[in-house]
């Protein structure tokens, strides 16, 4: 402690700025993300809403686009709205991937993943709309191996700005993962389902989702939290979500 309390210490200030911009730059920095994605999601996402072509639909997808995975009779389900070009949306998946995997393997829930394209000006080849393509192409032929596609996906994201990952990338990651059906190659260059992509990120927007991530349990929005050291999610909130949506 200082000896002087009237007095201010320009180390503890010093201390405090850097420990500050290490927040900022750790998962701190969440809620500009949000933001951002919010932002350029809606120059993005709406980038087939002018046609009414969709094109070929996943026979994979729910309603609302997403891609189910566990049991149908599960009594929560939760919903993950996501950007494969989202570093927060890595961070989360980083964080909650034992809470979701070992909530589908007991059958407390099915998770539901949203996979939207908000951020394709973050890289020159539209990555987030080739990414959620290969998700459909991927889980067309299966969900049992999916979320170590996801885990594999997220491991590897492409920094935004660049080029991201190419499209023979995506399908060693799709073969890494287990998924070795020949036409998942041709689906994800052919880029099969870009067109129901960019519909289903737009009815997202139109929802009200304006950033990635987005979780709901049984429909209701669930309020996501840092851990105190502002060094990853809390997975609290989602696991009580959860535990109170499965009646345990």
């Known amino acids: 402690m200082s000896k002087n309390p009237g007095r201010p210490n320009p180390l503890a200030a010093g201390a405090r700025a850097d420990r500050n911009r290490k927040i900022a730059i750790q998962v701190g920095v969440a ?6 994605v919010a932002a350029i999601g809606i120059g993005l996402a709406v980038r ?6 969709v094109g070929a639909v996943p026979a994979v997808a729910t309603d ?3 891609i189910r995975v566990g049991q149908p009779d599960a009594k929560a389900t939760v919903r993950i709205v996501a950007d494969m070009q989202c570093p927060v949306c890595k961070q989360f ?6 809470l979701l995997s070992k909530s589908v393997t007991d059958g407390t829930a099915a998770i539901e993943y949203n996979i939207v394209a908000y951020l394709d000006k973050m890289s020159s080849t539209e990555y987030s709309t080739r990414a959620a393509n290969a998700s459909y192409c991927v889980a067309d032929t299966g969900t049992d191996k999916y979320q170590d596609w996801l885990k594999l996906m997220f491991g590897q994201q492409p920094s935004e700005g660049g080029a991201g990952l190419t499209d023979e990338q995506l399908i060693a990651i799709a073969q890494q993962a287990g998924y070795t ?3 998942i190659a041709d689906c994800i260059t052919d880029r099969k389902y870009d067109g129901f992509v960019g519909a289903k990120s737009q009815e997202s927007l139109d929802e009200g989702i304006d950033g990635t991530p987005t979780v709901f349990v049984n429909g209701e929005k669930v309020d996501l939290a840092l851990k105190q050291d502002r060094t990853g999610f809390d997975t609290a909130p989602l696991t009580a979500a959860i535990q109170a949506a499965a009646g345990r």
Do not use: T
């Open 31 to 36: 809620a500009v993300l949000v933001a951002l």
């Open 48 to 53: 087939n809403s002018g046609s009414d072509e």
């Open 64 to 66: 609302n686009g997403a």
């Open 93 to 98: 998946e980083a964080d909650h991937a034992e």
């Open 181 to 183: 059906d020949p036409a």
